[in-house]
T-cell receptor
Framework: GNSVTQMEGPVTLSEEAFLTINCTYT??????LFWYVQYPGEGLQLLLK?????DKGSNKGFEATYRKETTSFHLEKGSVQVSDSAVYFC????????????FGQGTRLTINP | EAQVTQNPRYLITVTGKKLTVTCSQN?????MSWYRQDPGLGLRQIYY???????DKGDVPEGYKVSRKEKRNFPLILESPSPNQTSLYFC????????????FGPGTRLTVL
């Protein structure tokens, strides 16, 4: 089946630290890959996306590269800020069928000043 | 402003009392979906709709109904709510392409006593 696995949280870092949140996927075919962010009390917002192998998505200092050979889409940021504290979801989107997003379980990130 | 709206945002109800959560989008999107978010499970699709009068089950449809009589609206109906339907619910819409961003509503937190 199709699934997404994210690193276990919660993750707590100090401001200006380097961030990596691991994400691997299993899918039939070649999905599009996404990172969504959920700030406290809000809905999900798209952070970045990649639609084919070796594509790099980037936004707000975050980056992730679609690695087909390792079926991964790890999220990175060089220097995190307190305002990055949120829950991050990795997701894939299938080409056929239900047009649904298949989500990982989410990783809660807390950045301390 | 392009948006997905949901109502109510918060609801506490009792077992067996029928309820409806409304969802509306103003972007003329064809695809709409309902997800539930539970701790440790990420988001899971309940139902989706590919256009007016076209709906289908997602991964966890039991205990839910939907309708799509107009393009902009996609209500979620719980005919006889049970405590295991206590969750955070999100409506989402997208234009239709597999690479397009899904737009999420702000969420409805439902508690069934």
């Amino acid at each position: 089946g199709n699934s997404v696995t994210q690193m276990e949280g919660p993750v707590t870092l100090s401001e200006e630290a380097f961030l990596t949140i691991n994400c691997t996927y299993t899918a039939t075919g070649y999905p599009s890959l996404f990172w969504y962010v959920q700030y406290p009390g809000e809905g999900l917002q798209l952070l970045l996306k990649a639609t084919k192998a070796d594509d790099k998505g980037s936004n707000k200092g975050f980056e992730a590269t679609y690695r087909k050979e390792t079926t991964s889409f790890h999220l990175e940021k060089g220097s995190v800020q307190v305002s990055d504290s949120a829950v991050y979801f990795c997701a894939l989107r299938l080409i056929q069928g239900a047009q649904k997003l298949v989500f990982g379980q989410g990783t809660r990130l807390t950045i301390n000043p | 402003e392009a948006q997905v709206t949901q109502n109510p945002r918060y609801l506490i109800t009792v077992t067996g009392k029928k309820l409806t959560v409304t969802c509306s989008q103003n972007m003329n999107h064809e695809y709409m979906s309902w997800y539930r978010q539970d701790p440790g499970l990420g988001l899971r699709q309940i139902y989706y709709s590919m256009n007016v009068e076209v709906t289908d089950k997602g991964d966890v449809p039991e205990g839910y109904k939907v309708s799509r009589k107009e393009k902009r609206n996609f209500p979620l109906i719980l005919e006889s709510p049970s405590p295991n339907q206590t969750s955070l619910y999100f409506c989402a819409s997208n234009p239709g392409s597999t690479t397009d961003t899904q737009y999420f509503g702000p969420g409805t937190r439902l508690t069934v006593l």
